[in-house]
C-alpha cells in the first residue's frame, strides 16, 4: 500500500471515530420546551435520556483536526456494536466519499477507483480490531479501536460539567422546535468532578474524556439543541486541537430503530494483516 493509500485510510478511520464520538442523542417530536426546567435540568435530562438509546442515525458537518472539513451520515447499533458511515473530506482531492463500515469486530475502510486502483482492484480495507497489525502506523489504537466499544452518548454529559450553562434561546431544527443550550467545559474540571461518581460511571466518561485529552483539547465550548421531549436534536462541539481545530455539528435523524451492517464481499477485502506478513516476508 502507497504512503498516500496509507493516510488516507488512517484518517478517515479517526475522523468517523471522532464523528461518531459526537452522537449524544436524537429527536423525533416537535413538541416545545417544559419551561419549568432550567438549563442544568434541561441537559442533565437530555444527558439521562441519551441511556435508553439503541440505535440512531444521524447527520455530520464540519472540521476535525488534520482533514479539515468533513461531511456525511452515519448509522449506528450499540448492541451488538455497528457503524455505517459514508463520509467526503472536502478539502482532500478524492474520487468519492470514504465509506466505512464496523461490524463483527472489524471495521472496514472503502474507498473509489483509485483507492482501488492502488490495492490490485480491491476497494476495502479490513482492521481487525482485536488483533492489530504488524504495522505501527495502523495499529488499533491509533484507529480508534479502544474507543470503539464505549457508547457514543456518553460525551453529552460533558456539557453537565459546564459552569457557565446558559439558555440561549428558542430554535428550529429540521422543522423541529428546541432550545438552544450553551456552554465551556474543561476537561481537566470535569474529569475531577466525576471522583463523586460510581465506579461504572465514572470509567466510561473518563474514557470518552481520554479520546479528546489524546489529542491535545483542554477545553471544549459545547451547545445542544433540546426538543421537547427532552432529546437532543442537534449538537455541537468546538475546541483546540494540538494538530488543529476541531468543530463538528451532529443533527439526529432517528433512533431506536433496525440498524443492519454487512460486511464487503470477502473478494472486494484486503486484509491489513495478511498484506503485512506478506510484506514482511517477502
Known amino acids: 500500500m502507497s504512503n498516500a493509500a496509507r493516510r488516507r485510510a488512517t484518517g478517515a478511520a479517526l475522523a468517523a471515530l471522532v464523528l461518531g464520538g459526537g452522537a449524544v442523542g436524537c429527536s423525533k417530536g416537535a413538541a416545545e420546551e417544559s419551561p419549568a426546567l432550567t438549563p442544568a435540568a434541561a441537559v442533565a435530562k437530555a444527558a439521562k435520556k441519551t441511556e435508553d438509546i439503541t440505535s440512531l442515525r444521524y447527520r455530520m458537518k464540519g472540521k476535525v483536526p488534520e482533514e479539515g472539513r468533513v461531511s456525511g451520515e452515519a448509522a449506528m447499533s450499540m448492541k451488538p456494536l455497528a457503524m455505517s458511515m459514508k463520509m467526503t473530506a472536502e478539502d482532500q482531492a478524492t474520487d468519492g466519499p470514504v465509506e466505512i463500515r464496523l461490524v463483527n469486530n472489524a471495521m472496514y475502510i472503502g474507498g473509489g477507483a483509485q483507492a482501488a486502483k492502488e490495492m490490485d482492484g480491491k476497494r476495502w480495507i479490513k482492521f481487525d480490531m482485536s488483533a492489530p497489525g504488524a504495522d505501527k502506523e495502523l495499529n488499533a489504537s491509533q484507529l480508534g479501536g479502544g474507543q470503539a466499544d464505549k457508547n457514543p452518548a456518553t460525551e453529552s454529559t460533558f456539557l453537565t460539567g459546564s459552569k457557565d450553562l446558559k439558555k440561549v434561546g428558542s430554535e428550529t431544527v429540521d422543522g423541529v422546535k428546541t432550545t438552544h443550550y450553551k456552554g465551556t467545559v474543561s476537561l481537566d ?42 432529546r437532543t ?16 455539528t451532529i443533527t439526529f435523524l432517528d433512533y431506536n430503530k433496525p440498524v443492519t451492517v454487512t460486511a464487503p464481499p470477502a473478494k472486494e477485502t484486503v486484509d491489513l494483516a495478511e498484506m503485512m506478513k506478506g510484506a514482511q516476508e517477502g
Open 189 to 230: 474540571t470535569f474529569r475531577k468532578s466525576l471522583k463523586s461518581q460510581d465506579k461504572a460511571t465514572r470509567e466510561k466518561r473518563e474514557k470518552a474524556l481520554d479520546q479528546y485529552t489524546k489529542m491535545g483539547i483542554d477545553a471544549i465550548t459545547m451547545d445542544m439543541w433540546i426538543d421537547g421531549e427532552d
Open 233 to 248: 436534536k442537534q449538537f455541537r462541539m468546538r475546541g483546540t486541537a494540538d494538530k488543529g481545530p476541531l468543530d463538528m
